[in-house]
């Protein structure tokens, strides 16, 4: 949307079907409880179709199927930027480039959770609600890039934690000594989380109180003239 100026929303969306799957999962893990996920897939199929498939929990079934519906989203959207930049005679190039820092910070989280099974394993929760802080700040900034017209950020501050506990990770495959090893590495994702969740409470505030003030208005009431 930044440089296409126009809101394309595929057939399946983040806004929309997204959000109706997660609601889903929720209601799921309310009615059967969690071990509703550790199902093996080939059970609730088919024996003809189940024969033809791997076997994969529910929940490995479920990223899998985002995974795969990830690919044509992402063609669509660098296909419209490319189409898009084109008629702007602008450099398509330049606006791929954008796309770095972020591809850079997921390949990262990825990378960070491969490389520790114990944080994959039983601090998940934990570690996606850092992760999710700083992704919000890094979409919103985007966000208000683009409604204010201003440049496109790339890096900021929140990559910096990222980036770190990624370094951290790999340290032992690089010969390097491991500064927040075992449940040192809990404790340094309980700082991320922090981190994350002040500076993204900070962004949004300070967003709120620039469009109220510029407004004239409250955030969550009716603000009234003043009469004489």
């Not at 996920?37 to 088919?46: F, I, S």
């Not at 790999?170 to 809990?186: D, H, M, S, W, Y």
Request: aromatic fraction near 12%; glycine fraction near 8%; proline fraction near 6%.
């Amino acid at each position: 949307e930044y440089h296409t100026h126009v809101l394309f929303l595929g057939y399946f969306s983040g806004p929309v079907e997204g959000i109706l799957c997660f609601t889903l999962a929720a209601l799921a893990s309310g009615v059967w409880g969690p071990g509703f996920w550790a199902t093996d897939l080939v059970q609730l199929l088919p024996a003809p179709l189940a024969a033809q498939l791997p076997s994969l929990t529910l929940a490995h079934s479920v990223v899998v199927g985002m995974g795969v519906a990830l690919v044509p989203t992402v063609y669509a959207s660098f296909k419209n930027i490319a189409r898009a930049r084109r008629e702007q005679q602008r450099s398509v190039g330049a606006a791929f480039a954008d796309a770095v820092p972020f591809t850079a910070s997921i390949s990262s989280v990825v990378v960070w959770l491969w490389e520790s099974p114990e944080i994959r394993t039983q601090h998940l929760v934990l570690f996606l609600g850092f992760v999710g802080f700083a992704f919000s700040y890094i979409v919103g900034r985007v966000i208000v890039a683009h409604v204010t017209g201003a440049p496109f950020p790339k890096l900021n501050r929140m990559h910096i934690p990222i980036f770190l506990g990624t370094a951290n990770a790999l340290a032992p495959r690089l010969g390097l000594t491991k500064i927040f090893a075992g449940p040192n590495e809990v404790v340094l994702i309980w700082i991320c989380l922090f981190y994350t969740g002040a500076q993204y409470a900070h962004f949004a505030l300070e967003v709120i109180d620039t469009i109220c003030s510029y407004l004239d208005i409250n955030c969550l009431t009716i603000k009234h003239k003043k009469t004489d």
